[in-house]
């Protein structure tokens, strides 16, 4: 049974940094693309960030391009994501989410298991 467990959200000021953590177990981490996504109050859920199973490839919405890093370590089984110069509209429920392939895929609906979540509030 896939297991994705996210952690690192908190309360941080605007210009602040967070980073995210995602450990997984149950499936072959290293072969499944893997995606963080974000949901604000009120809002749809929104993909901010994708990475392929090797870490070659990335995606990050033009929202977060600049501030925002995804990574891995396929030995710990583990996604990441750093983010930088936070603002106020970065806050928001993240989950990470297994792809259904080593590429990853910009629809919500290519990703399979997902994790709880960890809230990241941005506020003065």
């Known amino acids: 049974q896939e297991k994705l467990v996210e952690s690192g959200g908190g309360l941080v000021q605007p210009g602040g940094s967070l980073k995210l953590s995602c450990a997984t177990s149950?499936?072959?981490?290293?072969?499944?693309?893997m995606g963080w996504f974000r949901r604000a109050p009120g809002k749809a859920s929104e993909l901010v960030a994708a990475?392929?199973?090797?870490?070659?490839?990335?995606y990050y919405i033009d929202a977060v391009k600049g501030r925002f890093t995804i990574t891995r370590d396929n030995d710990l089984n583990t996604l990441y994501l750093e983010m930088n110069d936070l603002r106020r509209e970065d806050t928001a429920l993240y989950s990470c989410?297994?792809?259904?392939?080593?590429?990853?895929?910009?629809?919500?609906?290519?990703?399979?298991?997902w994790g709880q979540g960890t809230q990241v509030t941005v506020t003065p």
């Open positions: 990475i392929s199973s090797n870490a070659d490839n990335s």
């Open positions: 989410a297994e792809s259904q392939g080593p590429l990853y895929s910009l629809g919500q609906h290519s990703y399979g298991a």
């Open positions: 149950g499936f072959n981490f290293d072969i499944y693309a």
